[in-house]
Nanobody, 124 residues
């Protein structure tokens, strides 16, 4: 079984930065794709970005492209979401998710494993 634990959320002013971490355990991740999603207050969960564990290919939503960066540390089994130039509309609970193939890379239903989420609040 895969366990995912996010950390690093908090309150930040607009224009600031935060780095979220997702510690993964329970299974080899060499063939996994790790995703980040977020759920703003009162809205549905949405895709932020994803990374192939094996070759570090990344994908981003248009709303965060150029501001957010996903990376992974193989030795620590940890995936990161570096968020720069934060905006109030980035306020959400951020979730780490994992999958081992299939379709729907950009949709929550394409991921089998989820962390508990970490809250990010960006003040204006």
């Amino acid at each position: 079984q895969v366990q995912l634990v996010e950390s690093g959320g908090g309150l930040v002013q607009a224009g600031g930065s935060l780095r979220l971490s997702c510690a993964a355990s329970g299974r080899t991740f060499s063939t996994a794709i790790m995703g980040w999603f977020r759920q703003p207050p009162g809205k549905e969960r949405e895709f932020v970005g994803a990374i192939h564990w094996s070759d570090e290919r990344t994908y981003y939503s248009d709303s965060v492209k150029g501001r957010f960066t996903i990376s992974r540390d193989n030795a620590k089994n940890t995936v990161y979401l570096q968020m720069n130039s934060l905006k109030p509309e980035d306020t959400a609970v951020y979730y780490c998710a994992g999958r081992y193939g299939g379709l729907l890379l950009y949709h929550p239903s394409g991921y089998a494993y989820w962390g508990q989420g970490t809250k990010v609040t960006v003040s204006s």
